[in-house]
T-cell receptor
Framework: ETGVTQSPTHLIKTRGQQVTLRCSSQ?????VSWYQQALGQGPQFIFQ???????GRGNFPPRFSGLQFPNYSSELNVNALELDDSALYLC??????????????FGSGTRLTVV | RKEVEQDPGPFNVPEGATVAFNCTYS??????FFWYRQDCRKEPKLLMS?????NEDGRFTAQLNRASQYISLLIRDSKLSDSATYLC??????????WGAGTKLIIKP
């Protein structure tokens, strides 16, 4: 059973650029969620995908967008990067619906630095 | 008011002591609750789920009080390796995780 893998592990971008982060879900999981974690804070929910459709979104602007593919892997895209976007971006997979009660599996994250 | 609130910490505790973490949640529709552990610059890892009946896993005991919307985690006989940030998490009615800010625990020899 493979866990959640994220790429890249680290990234440095310039303000105004665009970035794409990738996530492969754990085998058997059909739901992927993305979180932003700033230093010293808890993760903040960005959005969630279930069977290729967005089924929940946190308080993030439209320049944060995503995709889920038929194999349940996912991408997070951020346009017009701002300095405050510097954070650890976490991807988590789970079973959909009631299956979420069994918990989420997290990837090791992508650390994004915007300069 | 934050949806999930925890003690701000940090907790500085001698090795072998018992540590208690408290957490409250505001959304009574929250379905499930978890404690996650996060080491510095690493991803959160599930420590244990929290049930109304209380559950124990070795030195760790978690408790949920739905009437008070309160969750706790107790660590007995603390070890140096328990040093980490402990995050209280609620699963809301949309099956989304709502996180507390975390409480940092530092175990001293």
């Amino acid at each position: 059973e493979t866990g959640v893998t994220q790429s890249p592990t680290h990234l440095i971008k310039t303000r105004g650029q665009q970035v794409t982060l990738r996530c492969s879900s754990q085998s058997g999981h059909n739901t992927v969620s993305w979180y932003q974690q700033a230093l010293g804070q808890g993760p903040q929910f960005i959005f969630q995908y279930y069977r290729e459709e967005e089924n929940g979104r946190g308080n993030f602007p439209p320049r944060f967008s995503g995709l889920q593919f038929p194999n349940y892997s996912s991408e997070l895209n951020v346009n017009a990067l701002e300095l405050d976007d510097s954070a650890l971006y976490l991807c988590a997979s789970s079973l959909g619906g009631q299956g979420a009660n069994y918990g989420y599996t997290f990837g090791s994250g992508t650390r994004l630095t915007v300069v | 008011r934050k949806e999930v609130e925890q003690d701000p910490g940090p907790f500085n505790v001698p090795e072998g002591a018992t540590v208690a973490f408290n957490c409250t949640y505001s959304n009574s529709a929250s379905q499930s609750f978890f404690w996650y552990r996060q080491d510095c610059r690493k991803e959160p890892k599930l420590l244990m789920s929290v049930y109304s009946s209380g559950n124990e896993d070795g030195r760790f005991t978690a408790q949920l009080n739905r009437a008070s919307q309160y969750i706790s985690l107790l660590i007995r006989d603390s070890k140096l390796s328990d040093s980490a940030t402990y995050l209280c998490v609620a699963l809301d009615s949309n099956y989304q995780l709502i996180w507390g800010a975390g409480t940092k625990l530092i175990i001293k020899p």
